[in-house]
């Protein structure tokens, strides 16, 4: 048995899949917590603390990923890596104690990888249209597909770290209704000229990324668990207002919330209700596919390379 593995290096969090590189069936996944930029102001440097913890932790997925049987290896950097002003000096740290060469991928095609990384989802291959929505720390990935083409495949800076800390002055206290209000306004001027009206009525909604991982989180806690994949959206909205309401330490207490991830939940449940209102969906279909799925369907298979062109 062969088995290729892919690394996504995002803003909040380092993931790992690993797939066989025969039958292409999944043969596990990590996911490490890492915080690779407090403030994610494009063209801030990385920190040589967040550079050393990211490289450790990107070693010890590649070795998770050895242990299933990986002979090949490859290492993206996404929202944060590209925007820092010394990531060439980042791409040398990983290489040097890794091993693996790092490639900083652009926005548009981050976008590409998501998109078909949830296609290759076997809970949604049956479905002629989607629009998924990947978001992470640093960026939000919208990605639609009419059977096998991309009708929209776009990158924003509207990530969750960089929501809080831009809008909610870093998560820790109340988020009153004015700062729910900059949010809305801003995510709302970004978005609504690039997602058509109630497209709910003609794509599948797809939601990935820790944020649509953590609402499901919390309904299982809760005893609501998600039925056939879906994460409702009068849920997730009475969710934002608990949360809000909150300060930092109470949220750490909400059931199944994640504690590192306690301080971004307000801006990303925003961000979700956001894409609600656009979209017209009553729920989200939750994936737990992204950029890594997406990449590993690119290097096993003729039918992804057009991605990176």
Do not use: W
Request: hydrophobic share 45%; charged share 20%.
């Amino acid at each position: 048995m062969s088995a290729i593995a892919v690394v996504d290096v995002g803003s909040n969090s380092i993931k790992v899949a690993v797939v066989d590189e025969q039958d292409r069936r999944e043969l596990g996944r990590l996911t490490e917590s890492v915080r690779l930029q407090q403030d994610v102001n494009p063209g801030d440097p990385l920190t040589a603390e967040s550079q050393a913890a990211a490289a450790a932790a990107i070693g010890r997925l590649l070795d998770f990923a050895r242990t299933k049987g990986a002979t090949r290896f490859t290492v993206l950097g996404t929202s944060a890596v590209r925007e820092c002003s010394n990531r060439q000096a980042f791409a040398e740290t990983v290489q040097a104690v890794t091993g693996v060469p790092l490639t900083i991928v652009s926005g548009e095609v981050e976008a590409r990888l998501a998109g078909s990384g949830v296609r290759t989802d076997p809970a949604y291959k049956a479905y002629a249209n989607i629009m998924a929505f990947d978001l992470g720390g640093g960026s939000l990935e919208v990605t639609a597909i009419r059977g096998q083409h991309y009708v929209l495949a776009r990158s924003f800076p509207l990530g969750s770290v960089r929501m809080t800390n831009g809008y909610l002055r870093g998560g820790a206290g109340v988020v009153d209704e004015l700062d729910q209000a900059s949010i809305h306004t801003h995510l709302m001027g970004v978005l609504q000229s690039v997602i058509p009206a109630n497209v709910a009525e003609n794509y599948l909604i797809i939601g990935a990324g820790g944020a649509f991982a953590a609402v499901a989180l919390h309904l299982e806690a809760i005893g609501e668990p998600p039925v056939g994949g879906r994460l409702p959206v009068l849920r997730i909205r009475e969710l934002r207002d608990r949360m809000c309401a909150l300060d930092l330490a109470a949220r750490r207490k909400i059931p199944g919330i994640p504690a590192d991830r306690a301080d971004i939940m307000p801006a990303a449940l925003i961000t979700l209700c956001v894409l609600a209102d656009l979209t017209g969906a009553e729920s989200f279909h939750l994936s737990h596919y992204g950029v890594r799925h997406g990449m590993i369907e690119l290097l096993l298979g003729p039918s992804g390379e057009h991605l990176l062109t």
